[in-house]
Nanobody
Framework: QLQLVESGSGLVQPGGSLRLSCVASVYTLDYYAIGWFRQAPGKDREGVSCISRSGGYINYADSVKGRFTISRDNAKNTVYLQMHSLKPEETAVYFC??????????????????WGQGTRVTVSS
Protein backbone atom coordinates (compact mmCIF):
# COMPACT_ATOMS: atom_id res chain seq x y z
CA GLN A 1 0.00 0.00 0.00
CA LEU A 2 1.19 3.50 -0.83
CA GLN A 3 2.69 5.47 2.05
CA LEU A 4 2.89 9.26 2.20
CA VAL A 5 5.04 11.30 4.58
CA GLU A 6 4.65 15.07 4.98
CA SER A 7 7.39 17.40 6.18
CA GLY A 8 7.87 21.13 6.60
CA SER A 9 6.08 21.77 9.88
CA GLY A 10 6.92 24.91 11.77
CA LEU A 11 6.03 28.27 13.25
CA VAL A 12 5.80 31.19 10.84
CA GLN A 13 4.80 34.82 11.33
CA PRO A 14 1.72 36.25 9.61
CA GLY A 15 2.71 37.20 6.08
CA GLY A 16 5.52 34.67 6.04
CA SER A 17 6.22 31.69 3.81
CA LEU A 18 6.65 27.96 4.24
CA ARG A 19 7.15 25.01 1.90
CA LEU A 20 5.62 21.63 2.65
CA SER A 21 6.76 18.36 1.09
CA CYS A 22 5.00 15.05 0.58
CA VAL A 23 7.22 12.05 -0.17
CA ALA A 24 5.65 8.88 -1.55
CA SER A 25 6.90 5.31 -1.26
CA VAL A 26 6.61 4.56 -4.97
CA TYR A 27 8.76 5.05 -8.06
CA THR A 28 5.76 5.57 -10.36
CA LEU A 29 4.24 8.58 -8.64
CA ASP A 30 2.74 9.68 -11.97
CA TYR A 31 0.05 7.02 -11.44
CA TYR A 32 -1.43 9.22 -8.69
CA ALA A 33 -3.13 12.56 -8.43
CA ILE A 34 -2.11 14.31 -5.20
CA GLY A 35 -4.13 16.64 -3.00
CA TRP A 36 -3.25 18.86 -0.07
CA PHE A 37 -5.79 19.28 2.73
CA ARG A 38 -5.79 21.04 6.08
CA GLN A 39 -7.67 20.78 9.33
CA ALA A 40 -7.71 23.74 11.70
CA PRO A 41 -8.48 23.29 15.41
CA GLY A 42 -12.18 22.58 15.90
CA LYS A 43 -12.93 22.63 12.16
CA ASP A 44 -13.57 20.10 9.40
CA ARG A 45 -10.84 19.02 7.03
CA GLU A 46 -10.85 21.04 3.81
CA GLY A 47 -9.21 20.78 0.41
CA VAL A 48 -6.44 23.28 -0.31
CA SER A 49 -4.93 22.28 -3.64
CA CYS A 50 -4.45 19.33 -5.95
CA ILE A 51 -2.34 18.33 -8.93
CA SER A 52 -2.97 15.74 -11.62
CA ARG A 53 -0.78 12.74 -12.42
CA SER A 54 1.50 14.56 -14.87
CA GLY A 55 1.07 18.02 -13.38
CA GLY A 56 -1.03 19.29 -16.28
CA TYR A 57 -4.11 20.07 -14.20
CA ILE A 58 -3.99 22.06 -10.96
CA ASN A 59 -6.76 23.27 -8.68
CA TYR A 60 -6.78 25.60 -5.67
CA ALA A 61 -9.32 26.55 -3.06
CA ASP A 62 -10.50 30.12 -3.60
CA SER A 63 -9.02 31.18 -0.28
CA VAL A 64 -5.44 30.36 -1.33
CA LYS A 65 -5.38 31.32 -5.02
CA GLY A 66 -2.49 33.62 -5.82
CA ARG A 67 -0.65 32.76 -2.60
CA PHE A 68 -0.04 28.99 -2.72
CA THR A 69 1.67 26.95 -5.43
CA ILE A 70 1.51 23.18 -5.81
CA SER A 71 4.13 21.30 -7.82
CA ARG A 72 5.45 17.79 -8.24
CA ASP A 73 8.72 16.10 -9.07
CA ASN A 74 7.85 12.53 -9.98
CA ALA A 75 11.52 11.57 -10.31
CA LYS A 76 11.92 12.38 -6.61
CA ASN A 77 8.54 10.88 -5.62
CA THR A 78 7.65 14.24 -4.09
CA VAL A 79 4.88 16.83 -4.22
CA TYR A 80 5.32 20.32 -2.79
CA LEU A 81 3.07 23.05 -1.48
CA GLN A 82 4.71 26.48 -1.41
CA MET A 83 2.74 28.86 0.80
CA HIS A 84 3.16 32.65 0.85
CA SER A 85 1.47 35.46 2.78
CA LEU A 86 0.25 33.08 5.44
CA LYS A 87 -2.60 34.13 7.71
CA PRO A 88 -3.24 33.18 11.35
CA GLU A 89 -6.48 31.43 10.41
CA GLU A 90 -4.44 29.06 8.24
CA THR A 91 -2.94 27.47 11.33
CA ALA A 92 -3.74 23.79 10.85
CA VAL A 93 -2.45 20.30 10.37
CA TYR A 94 -1.74 19.89 6.67
CA PHE A 95 -2.19 16.50 4.97
CA CYS A 96 -1.29 15.15 1.57
CA UNK A 97 -3.33 12.41 -0.06
CA UNK A 98 -3.15 10.26 -3.21
CA UNK A 99 -5.80 9.16 -5.72
CA UNK A 100 -4.67 6.40 -8.09
CA UNK A 101 -5.50 6.74 -11.78
CA UNK A 102 -7.55 9.91 -11.34
CA UNK A 103 -8.50 11.70 -14.55
CA UNK A 104 -7.46 15.09 -13.21
CA UNK A 105 -7.70 15.89 -9.49
CA UNK A 106 -10.25 16.79 -6.84
CA UNK A 107 -10.50 18.82 -3.64
CA UNK A 108 -13.02 16.36 -2.19
CA UNK A 109 -11.99 14.28 0.81
CA UNK A 110 -13.70 11.07 -0.30
CA UNK A 111 -11.86 10.90 -3.63
CA UNK A 112 -8.61 9.95 -1.90
CA UNK A 113 -7.64 6.52 -0.62
CA UNK A 114 -4.13 7.14 0.74
CA TRP A 115 -3.29 9.73 3.39
CA GLY A 116 -0.21 10.94 5.20
CA GLN A 117 -0.16 11.55 8.94
CA GLY A 118 -0.06 15.33 8.61
CA THR A 119 2.37 18.12 9.44
CA ARG A 120 1.55 20.98 11.79
CA VAL A 121 1.74 24.60 10.63
CA THR A 122 1.30 27.46 13.10
CA VAL A 123 0.92 31.04 11.85
CA SER A 124 1.34 33.42 14.77
CA SER A 125 3.24 36.50 15.90
Amino acid sequence: QLQLVESGSGLVQPGGSLRLSCVASVYTLDYYAIGWFRQAPGKDREGVSCISRSGGYINYADSVKGRFTISRDNAKNTVYLQMHSLKPEETAVYFCAADRDARDCSLGLYDYDYWGQGTRVTVSS
